[in-house]
């Protein structure tokens, strides 16, 4: 491929420990996964002067600087949600591409699961717009969210809840290929729903899992990838965006800031959805693939339904999609982000082991965040 | 606790069972929650009227689990886009809607919060 001036490559990948971890904080998780991924990339903590972190205390990216002892030149810790990772890839690599740094650092971790710190509700406030026009109406956060667009994409488009079960039908037959994944039995669509109604439309298997875990990935230029232990991976593009804090400001239920983060992704990368081989989508629910595939251009409007079905996403699938078993099956630590960019990382480099897809030049990553608030795409190819 | 200073007035009319909006005099657009000028066309000239309290049903979801609120579930939450334009996230009367139903604005005692109900007569689509 020719030379651009974007000829940015994700040199190291590592998962944190996974599941239910114990003897850990989150800071330990993070620098056990970023020490296993510079190592990847041939390099050291020491080499790091790009930090790209959040949600790991307060500040930003600063009390895990201090943990791992970087002094950064250049730190980011922009709040996207779950879709904050991918957009961390894009900001590093415009950030080596203008020699703002040379070694970028992306990094999380949570014990969600063990620490038992999620809740459904959100609390009435007469000061915030949240508190007084959202809070007070019990809708849970997020699954509500969800379940409003997936109500509305079945209203305007004939979408059926079986639509919404293949997706996590998918996403487990990739689970049971996958050794880390945190449920490995099989799953029909029957099963996804018979089981407990939590909002409508979306069932308990419809919802993503409450789990510990994360990861980091390191994001240099050609020169330093050059010296990396394992084969970079290509960044050929990314995009974000965002449209709504509250749910009644979204402009259209069925449309989500994916349109543009996709839009901008594919015209960086000067490639279209034909070209993608496989794809990491951010399962959080199963409404959300179903709806990104449109936003992306992989189908048609209101033609999510009948893409994710007939086995397209899952294994010997003609578009292979949620590989390590996604956010429903595999492992959900609150931000699947940087985990999604390590899947696709390792599918092109070809080392997933029994869940290789057979086609893995190009991969695309893609990241929601908050209620479908927030957006983030990231095409990875071979070099 | 802080209050917020923009929004006095639709708080106001709640409590006596008005539900206002903000309307732009110079442009006519209409937007809500309020912002302190015109997000059309940035002109200040904005102010509260009386919406019709009749719009329709955008979304609406059943919830079967507890989020801590004074309701048990199952209760349903909808989204409702007024006929002025607006569109509000507000409890329903009731569980069995369908997106598209025609609903207007219901005040409950002691409770500052909108909830739409089915309209009176079906609407004629």
Known sequence: MRSRPWDVYVTGVAETPLGEVTGQTELSMVALAAREAL??????????????????????SVQVGEYLGIQP?????????????????HHAMLAVAAGRCEVALVAYASRQRSRRVRRLGETPDPYTLIGQFQAPHGLPRPIGHYALIAARHMHVYGTRPEHLAEVAVAARRWARLNPKAWVRTPLSVDDVLTSRMISTPLHRLDCCLVTDGGGALVITGRAVASGAAKRPVRVLGAGESHTHWQISQMPDLTVSAGAV???????MAGIGPDDVDFTEPYDSFTITPLLAFEDLGFCGRGEGGEFVS?????????LPSMTSGGGLSYNHPGALGVQLLVEAVRQIRGEAGERQVPRHRVGLVHAVGGCYSAASTVILAQD | MDHDPLTTWFWQGAAEGVLLVQRCEECGHHQFYPRPFCLRCESDRVVPIEASGAGTLYSFTVVHVSTGLDVPPPYAVG???????????????GLDHTIGDRVTVRWRDGNPHPVFGPAARPASR
């Open chain 1, 39 to 60: 190592a990847e990339a041939g390099l050291g903590l020491k080499d790091v002067d790009g930090l790209f972190v959040n949600y790991l205390g307060e500040q930003g």
């Open chain 1, 73 to 89: 030149r250049y730190a980011d810790s922009t709040d996207l949600g779950g879709a904050a990772f991918a957009a961390f890839v």
């Open chain 1, 261 to 267: 983060s996709g839009r901008e992704a594919f015209a």
């Open chain 1, 310 to 318: 007939g086995g397209r996403l899952g294994p010997g699938g003609e």
């Open chain 2, 79 to 93: 989204l409702v886009t007024l006929d002025e334009g607006p569109r509000l996230l507000a409890r329903l009367v």
